[in-house]
């Protein structure tokens, strides 16, 4: 399991550092040929508004999952015995994986959807339905880590265990290592 989340934790750094880089080539192009040149890249404010800052975004929510870095409100947990505090853990987690897996549904009509219709960017015809099936594929994976986390709670009954390490999730920012 801990080898399944260190190989999805550096896929999804690579996949988003490759998208964020691909979209700064394409801006700097598009900004010198039409500068310099009177030509810009046709379409290229739609490809970043509906291809490149979707998969930035979206693969950004399973990472943070993987880090634990998502915000999380501890009152009740830090003052619970480590039993209760993994009961309650545990809960969270079966109530986000349901949750993701309603997004994930509700993404998938939406995909389809647009996928029956040929859906393209606003007033260009540059194609933006296969994106669309990112948000389906990003929260059953969502779906996945949470339940990932809620089984290795069970099994040691650590509440506060960083699915990228195995070991409990550091809480300063300056400690942590990448």
């Known amino acids: 399991m801990l080898a399944f989340t260190k190989t999805l934790n550096k896929w999804l750094t690579i996949v988003t550092a490759a998208a964020v880089i691909i979209m700064m080539l394409h801006i700097v192009i598009h900004a010198l040929t039409r500068s310099l040149f009177d030509a810009p890249i046709y379409?290229?404010?739609?490809?970043?508004?509906?291809?490149?800052?979707?998969i930035v975004a979206l693969l950004g929510i399973p990472a943070a999952q993987l880090q634990k870095e998502h915000i999380t409100v501890t009152m009740v947990t830090e003052r619970a015995s480590k039993a209760t505090a993994s009961v309650f853990k545990i809960f969270a987690c079966i109530l986000g994986?349901?949750?993701?897996?309603?997004?994930?549904?509700?993404?998938?009509?939406?995909?389809?959807?647009?996928?029956?219709?040929?859906?393209?960017?606003?007033?260009?015809?540059?194609?933006?339905?296969?994106?669309?099936?990112?948000?389906?594929?990003?929260?059953?994976l969502l779906a996945a880590l949470y339940i990932l986390d809620a089984v290795l709670i069970a099994r040691t009954g650590e509440p506060e265990l960083d699915l990228a390490t195995g070991r409990p999730a550091e809480h300063d920012a300056e400690d942590r290592t990448y």
Do not use: Q, R
């Open 97 to 140: 994986a349901l949750v993701s897996l309603s997004f994930a549904w509700f993404g998938l009509m939406k995909a389809l959807e647009n996928m029956a219709i040929g859906s393209t960017a606003d007033v260009s015809d540059v194609i933006t339905w296969p994106v669309y099936f990112l948000v389906p594929i990003v929260f059953v």
């Open 43 to 54: 379409g290229t404010n739609e490809i970043v508004e509906y291809w490149y800052l979707p």
